[in-house]
């Protein structure tokens, strides 16, 4: 979608902005975090925007992607830097995510420079928080930007938040019937989850 750039290398400098080529030609657009994370904002665009109006959009996730994975998509222009800018008021506080290990129903949040503690995955204080995983920018990220952007109807397998990741095992469950390993444990508590 934009100029590859065969040398180019991802500056996780904090502030720095990026467009990325996501699913349906759509544009989307992610700001390095001072924890190196990328918070990406509620706006798409089929036109590159200027920054000052990317940077004013609310926030919709904010996402550990790998590293080496935004050196290649900028290599290949599936990425493109848009320059440095001071970083959103929304993405310098640290965020929560949690670690949730296959197969249990206790979960650990984490919180840079606070202790991590537990709690279970039906927590309603927890269901919007990001689920501990890293990302590839073009492998992933296309598919999980159409997630959490919300106007189409995304793959079913694609988690993120806790919320999301819920429905995901319980549809897992779904289409796998005869393999009991997929079932949610016995005292799995199914509540109602954002749309």
């Known amino acids: 979608m934009f100029d590859p750039k065969p040398t180019a290398r991802a500056d996780l400098k904090a ?31 089929k036109e590159p925007s200027k920054p000052i109006a990317v940077l004013a ?13 935004i050196t290649r998509a900028i290599r ?12 959103v008021a929304g993405l310098i506080a640290p965020r929560p995510s949690v670690q949730w290990p296959v197969g249990a129903l206790t979960v650990s949040v984490c919180i840079s420079n606070h202790p991590p503690y537990d709690t279970r995955v039906e927590d309603p204080a927890i269901q919007d928080m ?4 890293v990302w590839d ?12 952007f919300e106007a ?20 897992i469950a779904r289409r796998c019937p005869d393999q ?5 444990p016995e005292d799995w508590v199914r509540t109602e989850m954002p749309s």
Not at 180 to 184: D, I, L, N, T, V
């Open 137 to 148: 920018a073009e492998a992933h990220l296309p598919a999980r930007l159409t997630a959490d």
């Open 152 to 171: 189409e109807v995304a793959e079913w397998h694609i988690g993120g938040p806790i919320w999301r990741e819920r429905r995901v095992m319980e549809e």
């Open 57 to 69: 959009a609310p926030i919709m996730a904010v996402i550990s992607v790998g590293y080496p994975s």
């Open 76 to 87: 290949s222009g599936r990425w493109q830097k848009l320059g440095r800018f001071p970083v």
């Open 130 to 133: 990001e689920r501990m995983a």
């Open 180 to 184: 009991p390993w997929h079932s949610p």
């Open 15 to 45: 502030g720095t902005l990026y467009a990325v080529a996501g699913e349906g030609d759509w544009i989307y657009y992610g700001q390095v975090t001072p924890e190196k994370a990328i918070g990406f904002f509620r706006q798409r665009d």
